[in-house]
């Protein structure tokens, strides 16, 4: 059962990573977040800091939206307070590079998965997305210091959610050693 389980999350997963929608993505995101950036391409620091932003407004929408609808459930309650610490580390990176703050416009971006299940094998998906779009950035060898270290330490919390929801698929989202 156990092999069976895992071979339907792992198809899933597959079909979420390969389709381009990072979390809970609607199909007429066009250029938001993470789904914008495209494997291979060069941004420049503004792009870079706007897809960052926006990827993280997701994600913090994301979460808020599946805790309203199916409780404050771990590891969602940690990692939206988490989304909202990430996006005030890139706030100050746009004051400083005189560049405008892209208004928040997730909620009109996402779709609320269809059970807590799918839930927490999206969450899978977007942090393997949003860690995917860090290191893209982090290869611009003319990054500048300041924004190099945000992104790292974004892409290390973000290493961290995956932990978290690779824990969750396998029913053991508070990371206790026992399924709950």
């Known amino acids: 059962m156990k092999k069976w389980r895992n071979g339907i999350v792992g198809g899933a997963l ?3 990573l390969f389709s381009g929608t990072g979390i809970m993505a609607s199909e007429d ?3 938001y977040g993470a789904a ?13 800091l706007v ?6 407004y997701m994600a913090e929408a994301s979460y808020l939206a599946i805790m309203d609808a199916y409780g404050t459930v771990k590891p969602f309650t940690n990692i939206a307070k988490a989304e909202g610490t990430h996006i005030s580390l890139l706030l100050p990176l746009f004051e400083t590079y005189g560049l ?5 416009e997730a909620v009109e971006h996402i779709e609320l998965p269809a059970s807590l299940v799918e839930s927490f094998e999206e969450g899978v998906a977007g942090e393997i997305k949003n860690i995917a779009i860090y290191e893209q950035f982090l ?8 924004v190099r270290s945000v992104f790292e330490r974004l892409m290390a ?9 690779e824990r969750g698929v396998t029913g053991n989202p508070d990371g206790a050693g026992r399924k709950k």
């Open 14 to 16: 597959a079909v979420l």
């Open 29 to 31: 995101e066009g250029e």
């Open 36 to 48: 914008a950036v495209s494997e291979g391409e060069t941004y420049s620091v503004e792009e870079m």
């Open 51 to 56: 897809y960052a932003i926006q990827d993280e």
């Open 100 to 104: 405008e703050v892209p208004e928040n």
């Open 139 to 146: 290869q611009n060898e003319e990054l500048p210091d300041d």
């Open 157 to 165: 919390a973000s290493e961290n959610h995956l932990a978290a929801f």
